[in-house]
Each structure stands twice: as C-alpha cells, then as structure tokens.
C-alpha cells in the first residue's frame, strides 16, 4: 500500500525528530512525523505528574514486574516506577552485547525529550578542531562559526536558562536568567575560584526550564518531577515545544505507532523515495513517498534503519559505502568523582526542589595544561542536606530515630565527571539477523568498550575532583570511580559519522548521507566527536541547520 | 540524557535533577549500608524474579503493624501504624522482593516471634510498648554489627529489611510526608539560602 506524498518525512519524535519537524513544517515543507511508539499527549498524557509521594504504590520502588519487562533500564537509576512507562519494555526490543551496552530507549511521542536531563551547553571551537589536531578520527567539516548561529536560534526558541560566564571553553550563549546555586554551592564556588585563581569555576548547571515565562510557556516551578512530563510545560520536550509550533504550521501530520522498517532507494537516480512503515497496531506494511527523509530516530536506531534499508547496491545498508556505518560509538565515560561533608550552615536550608545542580567546566588539556591524555571532562553535581533516608548511627529504633530523621542532616555535596570518549573504528553496532525482536525485525549488537585514554583520564576525573572539594575546605573527600558501562551516560552517538570525504564518513557537513544526499541524519548519529558536554543543545542546532539547508535545496529542486 | 546518582554518601549524581525523589529509594538503601533490599540480585545481573508470594495472613498483618510501630512509633505526631506499614510492608515484599529476600523476610517474622519469647516469655504482640522497644533496639544492634559479616550475597538480617521498610513505608506516607515532614506539591519558587532552625522539618 502506498500512501500519499510529503515533502518531508522525519523517523522520531525526540528531541531531533521535533526539532526537524518544527522547522521543516515552518518552512512551509508537508511533513510526516513518524514514531514507533504510542502517542503520550501534552499535560493530560503525564498521568504520574501530579501525584503525591504516596500516591505512587511502591514509593518509587521498582517492582519485580519492571525489572522482568525491563531489565536493561532497570540497570541504572533513571527507571522508577513513576516513569516505568516511558521507558522501553526491553523483553519486546532486545538487542544483543558482545560488550556491556546500556541502551535506554524511549520508544512514544516526545521520545527522550521527555525525561532527559536538560542540562544543555555548547560545544567550544576547540571541540570541533581537536580530531583534526590529534589525527583522531575525522576533522569535522563544520566548526563553531557554522554553529553559533544556530545554537543562538535553538537556544531562543527552547529556553536555556543560564549565567554568562565569557569562558572560551563553555561559551555564552541566548541564555534565560539563570537558576541559583545554593548557599553552600556558592560558598564552595568562591573558594575554588580562589584557589585556583578563577581557572576552575564552579557555575550553575545551564538547564532547559525555564526561569521565566517563555514563548507561551510557564516558568519551572521547582517540583523536581520533570521526568515525569511538565504540566507546565516549564522544561524544553517535543511535547511542550517542538511538536506545537509544528502542528500550528498546518503542514504537520504526526503517525505514532509507525515503525520505520527501511527507506526506499531509486538505484537509478540514487536517491530516496521514501520509507516503509510497520504499523504496530494493524502489523500492516505502508509505503510513503517523500522528497526528503531525515533520520532523527536516535544514534542506534537511526543506524538501524540505515542497516536495515540494505540493497544490492549498499549490501551494508544505506550509507555504508564508507564502511563507517555503525562503527565510532562514543558517549560520555561518568560515575567518576568526588564527594563529602560540609561543615557549618546549620541555619541554612532551601526552598524548593530546584531540578538543576551545578556545573564546572572543562579545564583539563586547555590553556597550556597538559596530561597523559587528550581532551577533557566536565563535572555536575549537587549540594544539599542529608533527608530522612539517612543513617542515624547513634539512635536505634523508636522516637529518637523518627525524631532524628524528622529533621535534615548535614550538608553533603558530591560531584561526577562526564568525560570525553574518543571516537573508534572498532566500536562499533551491527545487525544481527539470527535474531528478531517483538515485530520479527533484526536486532542491533553492540560490540564497544573505552580504551586507554579514558581510562587514564578516569584517574584525574576522581582525583581533580577530590582535590577541590579539598580546597574548599569540604571534609572527609572522598574520590570514587563506581565503572561505566558504553551507553550509560544516555549520550551514545556517532554510528554515521560526519565527514569531508564519502570514502571515511556516512553524512557530509550539511548532514546528508553520502550514497543518497536527499535523507539527512541529524541526531547523535553524526557526531564525529563527543566533547565533553551534554549533547542534546548540539542535536538541536545541528538538525535545524540541516532542515535550513534542506528547505532551501528542496525549494531550488537541488535535493 | 545525563548523571549517575547511583548512591549519594559520596557524591556524585551525575543527573542533578536527580535529587530527592528519584533518590530517595535509592538513599533509603543507604539507610542500613548497601543496596536496596531485594535488589542484589538484579544488580549482580541475576534476576530471581519474586513469583511465590502466598498473601499474608491478618496476623502476620498485625505483628508487622506493631513492628513498624515500634520501629517509627506515634509521638506527637502519628506513627507508622497510622500510616498503614503493615499492608505496605506485605505489598513490598510480595511486589518487590525477590524469592530469597521474601522467603528471608518471611523467616524473620517467626524470628522476632523467637526472639520475643526468649526474652519477655511471651508473643511479640502481648508485650508491652518498653518491652518491645528495648527488643527492636537489640535486635538493630544485631543487624548492624552482622552487616560486615554476611557475605557479599547472603540475605540481610531480617530486621534490617523490616528498618528499612518501616522507615521508607512512614516517611513517604502522606502523614510522613505532611505531618512528619514538610512537603509542598508545587513549590513555585526556589530559595538556596533559606532560614532553618533546628526543630524545623524536614522537606521530603
């Protein structure tokens, strides 16, 4: 069955997927918005949102009957029972780990721009110049110039709350008033800043909430609950953001339950024509015909379609010409840090549960510093008191131990590094046919793993940590590496790497697959490095850049 | 996406959204040192899903009653019994639990029946408010200093898990978060330097 003819199809509702949607159908371009999972509706489609702590049964306990659906997000913390629902159910998606690989997918309307964690930065120039200087990788064809507009663009429209700070390695950007540190944060703030005479600075964690209210929006109102959908809309989601202003347009159709099996390929004039789609309801097979595709399912999945829409001229899948498809998984190596104890400020506390930490910029291998290893880490974390869950030592049972935790504890604060992963050939995910999921479909396997230079930077990511805390005066420091797993950090990407030549990359600058330059891959998949800091604000601004130049080609017929 | 979380007494969340809510189950392990009860096994990457779970009996109901009560008991505000923590308990460990940590808790219902009659000569239930305080606090002396004895995957002692639970079950109640605690659902403004005097509550 073949369906009627859009200018643009866009596979994924995330964070990309939104984002190419909202522009595309802006530009006045007929746009299918294509989702494997079901739809999750603004406000009313956040069923956990509003409930008390003790309306939800378990407290938030994940029950056995999560953990038996799913074992992969039962893994790590980002899974509790208030959100099970947003995350996959891992028994119907299986994939296979020749190497751990954490993969924590959400498969619905608003993908993970539902539950990420906002915190949102720039790349600096040296991000996109250092593969080049190191002979690591490939160079990116684009650098900061061809993106600060577009991060400005972005940053505008999502709302990024943050300080100016004028550091070249974390620059400024169209920022909202920021968030506030805490009164021990800015305490621990000063004194680093001192100490390390303002070369390590300690600054409020750059978020997408809004500090004020913005583009029709309400401003966060400091319930911590953001996971679970904002009924204010206060933190940037498709839901919130993207998805309305596309659907404003007109020129937006939105088709959940619609897995994308495989783009369809004109051999002849070496273009696509569209893709196919598994209806998930009816398990019916539809065609539909577009100009253009942009592949914005995420960095795995997106390889998988490509690998998938494999064809005697690309036995490899579409794109794999390079023999790159799939191969450079990188993410950020985390759970490395410090933590302790803070003295004094008995007479403080806060109000509100600000869903934001704080955040120290890059400082490592930059401005004449040199280590045993190249790029470099960033840290976020928290200070606040101990709550109820702590353990009273001193008390055993009964009044004195309910008396005790009625009131806060110290003050603690921790931190962890996210660190940058060097892109690899020999990382890589391939389809595995032997093996199909829920809709009989191949299965990705995962064969990556670090190497020695995060490895080493592991080391400096506990110690530097450690080493401040120390300086500012924090007590019983205590560094720690708790291991990472690929994937972990949520921030994998890098199957369809961006390049100058076809012969060593998948999409070129404007993020076009070499083999067929009319289907564009803007999400995590393009990314030739990682930098240190929190993807999700480069996707933003490398997909709208990409939707801008596809407008354009589309309206001179080039594409 | 972002940030670790995993375990607070040293740090780092990697995701500084999550703090108090999302962490509270994990904090709760904390509490008495280690992982969440029941969790060990998923976490070591052997799930040991907990299908055997026959439904308590109203006795079993009752003496977890006033185990949770004498564990969090009614001062001037109410106690764990008000919140409830007998029917939470029996949920958690039946929904929550695997089948060796359930069979554990299970284990320790007739332990602490054992362990009353041995020093008040009588059933948990008819002992007195003292008598079972000063038998809950020996029984917590016992379960901390057997933590760093019991191997990496034995089952905690069995009071831990009913600490735990009680701790948990009252704290996140609506009397624990409302009455006990300071909780407000929509908070609308953040303050990082707000006055505290002790005495003054905790937020949950």
Redesign the interface.
């Known amino acids: 069955m073949i369906e009627q003819n859009y200018d643009a199809i866009v596979v994924g509702s995330g964070i990309s997927g939104g984002w190419a949607a909202k522009e595309l159908a802006e530009g006045g371009m007929k746009v299918l918005l294509l989702e494997r999972g079901e739809n999750v509706e603004h406000i009313t489609g956040y069923v956990n949102a509003l409930k008390a702590p003790w309306e939800i049964p378990h407290r938030d306990t994940l029950t056995n009957l999560i953990r038996e659906e799913q074992p992969v997000a039962a893994r790590d913390y980002v899974i509790q029972e208030s959100n099970a629902n947003y995350w996959v159910k891992d028994r119907e998606s299986p994939y296979v780990e020749k190497k751990p690989f954490d993969w924590f997918r959400g498969y619905h309307v608003g993908g993970r721009s539902l539950m990420w964690g906002r915190q949102s930065y720039r790349w600096n120039p040296f991000d996109f110049e250092a593969n080049k200087k190191e002979g690591v990788g490939v160079d990116w064809p684009l650098r900061y110039e061809d993106m600060a507009p577009w991060y400005d663009h972005v940053e505008s429209f999502a709302g990024i709350s943050g300080s100016l700070e004028g550091l070249p390695q974390l620059p400024d950007g169209k920022f909202l008033p920021p968030m506030e540190l805490n009164c021990v944060e800015k305490d621990v703030a000063a004194r680093i800043k001192a100490h390390y005479q303002d070369r390590r600075r300690m600054i409020i964690g750059r978020v997408a909430n809004l500090t004020v209210p913005h583009n029709g929006r309400n401003n966060c109102q400091y319930r911590n609950k953001c996971d679970l959908g904002c009924p204010f809309g206060a933190y940037f989601s498709t839901q919130s953001s993207t998805l309305p202003a596309a659907v404003r347009t007109g020129n937006l159709t939105l088709r959940p339950l619609s897995i994308v099996t495989r783009i369809l390929f004109d051999r002849d004039r070496r273009r696509a024509t569209g893709v196919e789609v598994l209806d998930t309801e009816t398990r019916q097979t539809t065609e539909f015909r577009s100009k253009v595709v942009f592949l914005c399912a995420s960095a795995m999945a997106s390889a998988w379609v490509l690998m998938n829409s494999a064809t005697d001229v690309w036995p490899g899948g579409l794109g794999s010409s390079s023999g790159e498809l799939g191969h450079n998984i990188i993410d950020h190596h985390f759970r490395a840090g410090a933590g302790g104890e803070v003295e004094g400020f008995e007479d403080r506390y806060v109000f509100g549960r600000r869903a934001n930490g704080f955040y120290i910029p890059r400082f490592r291998n930059l401005f004449g510093d040199k280590r045993d290893y190249t790029r470099g880490f960033g840290y976020q974390g928290t200070a606040s008191r101990k709550g109820w869950e702590r353990d009273v030592a001193e008390v055993g049972i009964g009044a004195p131990l309910k008396d005790a935790l009625c009131e806060p504890g110290a003050w603690e604060i921790g931190m962890t590094a996210f660190g940058e992963i060097l892109p690899n050939h020999d990382n890589k995910v391939e389809l595995d046919r032997t093996r199909t999921d829920k809709w009989g479909l191949p299965i990705l396997s995962f064969d990556c793993e670090i190497g020695p230079n995060e490895k080493r930077m592991r080391v400096d990511m506990a110690n530097d940590a450690a080493e401040m805390l120390e300086a500012a005066g924090v007590r019983n420091v205590k560094p720690y590496d708790r291991g990472y797993a690929m994937g972990q950090a949520i921030h994998e990407m890098g199957t369809a790497r961006m390049g100058h030549s076809p012969k060593t990359s998948v999409v070129n600058k404007h993020n076009q697959v070499w083999d067929a330059p009319n289907v564009f891959v803007t999400d995590g998949a393009c990314m030739a490095s990682s930098s240190c800091v929190n993807p999700s604000l480069t996707y933003m601004a490398m997909t709208a850049r990409a939707a801008a130049f596809a407008i354009g080609a589309l309206r001179k017929g080039d594409v | 996406?972002?940030?670790?979380?995993?375990?607070?007494?040293?740090?780092?969340?990697?995701?500084?959204?999550?703090?108090?809510?999302?962490?509270?189950?994990?904090?709760?392990a904390?509490?008495?040192?280690g992982a969440?009860v029941g969790?060990q096994a998923?976490?070591s990457g052997q799930?040991v899903?907990?299908k055997a779970s026959p439904g308590f009996t109203q006795g079993e109901l009752a003496l977890m009653d006033e185990i949770g009560e004498?564990?969090?008991?009614a001062?001037d505000?109410p106690?764990a019994k008000a919140a409830g923590i007998g029917a939470f308990m029996a949920?958690?460990v039946t929904?929550?639990?695997?089948d060796r940590h359930h069979a554990a808790f299970r284990e320790g219902l007739s332990g602490i029946e054992a362990a009353a009659r041995e020093r008040c000569r009588k059933p948990f239930l008819e002992c007195s408010r003292e008598e079972r305080?000063a038998l809950?606090?020996a029984l917590?002396?016992e379960q901390?200093a057997d933590q760093g004895k019991r191997g990496k995957d034995a089952t905690p002692h069995y009071f831990r898990m009913m600490?735990e639970l009680s701790?948990?079950?009252?704290?996140?109640?609506?009397i624990?978060?409302t009455r006990?605690?300071r909780?407000i659902?929509?908070?609308?403004?953040?303050?990082?330097?707000?006055?505290?005097?002790?005495?003054?509550?905790?937020?949950?």
């Open positions: 996406m972002s940030a670790s979380g995993t375990g607070r007494a040293h740090g780092g969340r990697a995701d500084p959204a999550a703090i108090s809510r999302r962490e509270a189950v994990r904090r709760i904390l509490l008495l040192g969440m969790s998923y976490l799930p899903p907990g004498t564990i969090i008991p001062t505000i106690g949920m958690m929904d929550c639990y695997d305080t809950a606090n917590d002396a901390r600490k701790v948990l079950g009252f704290f996140s109640s609506e624990g978060c006990a605690l909780y659902e929509v908070p609308g403004s953040f303050n990082g330097n707000y006055p505290y005097r002790k005495g003054d509550r905790a937020w949950f």
